[in-house]
């Protein structure tokens, strides 16, 4: 070799060396300067002879812009995501499970870690050379990102020489994140040229990595940390300790904060020692995570529904801010119901920018009275929508309370309350009560069965907190809200319809009805001519509404929007009754034998079938679909769910609520939106709320966000 080359593996080996000790260690041991002239020097040599380039010269970070989109790539192994804790007791419910599922053997360790908020990734080392980034993905599948990977300068290309040789395969996962001070100066300067800021620093990683251009990605200022490991070939560990121990020997960052621990209690200390020190933490973290630290017992405890058992999240309680009422509005839904929403001056809470904030109802309304100009605290976790807390009154001159609007702010009719209405068998001698029923129907059933001339049936209204539109179809919220409701994903799925094309459909009176959807195609030559339509858009527009002909039943029965028939109900609704003709046809009877359906639900889809526009309606619409059923729920005896009614609440992770739903029905249950002492038992989320409250009171078993993987597993041990 002669003294060139040395001098150049040399220089490389030097700038890989200062930039572990810059990006990783944060101890840079030469100045500015003497480091860009060895990079100069780098790059002199390499001019002269590119021969002797390879991937791995810290030169060759910055690739060239790729022409296509991002390649997908197949995680070796699954990428699996961690059920949340939020409290003490969720830890030692973890713990607990852990130590029955492990026949009570051994005292357990757990490796604690900060939980990032970043974006999760899988850097696969060939030999030491970096070879591929892949972003999470869907956890199976994820997107090819190596380019941008390569500009990160914390993940080295080569790992480093040590006692340890490298494993032939090594697949290194973790979080790609920006510190939040970098942050700050990456928004600044994005003010400054007038372009867009990111709400926060875990946005504004995951976006930087999903840049087609690696230039771009390498001017943004991401770090990485490895809190895991994949696939490993051609080396043994025993547990996470020597896992991170020896990928800091190999120069791989990982995390300071991490910490090795003997017992549960000493779990708790740290989230609470971490909790303090989160201000001065430079990072931002929403939460910490406790791992089973020995792999033999990680293997042993498995995994359920793409969380591990030997791994737990336990979150910091939602973050709560101050901000300013700057008006009430009421904002008119599909159903004709005014919802109060608090206008806030915009502000950021747990990452996201908030500026609007629900108040539900009436109720809700004059308890917290936000009045304009006074002070509100927000909460939000998560992906919880954001929640006034509290309203600070404004000390001086405080501004008159919100009235309940007596015309609806959309199209001037009067408002109404939205009354529930209960029916009381009376005895008219005495004029007193007998008996109470939600339904006229049950009054009646009753009425005739007791076959007296001493009873009538009085209808008995009362106001709920629902303020409602009396304009019906008239109203344009509720008309427009009625087709964007049947269009959205969940029921017809016509993506080609957005908001904006699909009012504009509406207002030039080319969709009246449900119907005129699908002959749209129709009037192609005069849409083609409607601004902002033009040919390729009619194209799309008209091929996603084929797309949608074939349609499940339990879909199309949710996309009509039957007031309190949601998905789930709509499901029942296609598995009990098969067509949309024997649904029509149902009778009350039939309807309250289905699961969970109650009176009031069943007098609602009775009205419904009743109303002649409903009826036309649903006819026309019939005419232009391909209805199918696929049965999820035919009733077959291996189901473990079968038999039990579950009830949901709350934000649940890490399925999302409709996996969960989806995996409880074709199991067999029966899921139900409240509960009753009929429930087996409910899966309570995050915030979860009054139906909490009402399980608890009722002594329903509760599976909380710890328990649900092994309740998913094996029903029959939790009840
Ligand atoms: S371990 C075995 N450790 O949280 C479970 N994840 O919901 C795999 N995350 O997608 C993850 N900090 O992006 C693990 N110290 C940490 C983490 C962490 C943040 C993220 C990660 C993952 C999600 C899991």
Redesign the pocket.
Known sequence: MNNLKKRYIYIQEQIRSHDYEYYILDRPSIPDHQYDELFKELKQIELAHPDWVTSESPSQRVGIKPSTDFATFKHFKQ????ANAFNADDIKNFHDRIVKNLGNKEQIEYFC????????VSLIYERGILARGVT?GDGTIGEDITSNIRTIRSVPLLLKESQNSFPDLLEV?G?IFIQKSDFDTLNLKAKEKGEKVFANPRNAAAGSLRQLDPAVTSSRPLAFFA??IGTCQGHEFTDLEQIFSTFSSWGLPV?NYNKLVTSIDECLHYFHDIEAARENIPFEIDGV?F?VNKLSLQKQLGEIAR??RW?I?HKFPAEEVHTEIEAVDFQVGRTGILTPVAKLKTINVGGVNVSNCTLHNLDELNRLDPRVGDGAVIKRAGDVIPKMVKVIPKKRNRAAAIQAPKKCPSCGSKTIFNYQAEWLVMNINNSKPVKKFSSNYEAQKYLDDQQSSQLNIVENRMNTPFLKCSGGNNCPEIFQGKFTHFVSRKAMDIDGLGQEILYTLINKKYINDFADIFSLKEHRAELEKLERFGQKSVENLIQSIDQSVSVELHKLIFSLGIEEVGETTARNLANVFKSMEALQNATFQDLIEVPDIGPRVATKIIDYFCNIENITSVKKLLRHLSISNPNINDVNEEMKFLGLQIALTGKIS?MSRDEVKNLLLSGGAKVTSSISKKTDCLIAGENAGSKLEKAKALGVRIIDATELTDFINDPKTFL
């Open positions: 990428m699996l995501s961690l870690e900060p939980k990032m908020d970043g974006a999760a999470r996962r979080e809190h895991g995390n995570v791992k969380s591990p791994a999240a890490p």
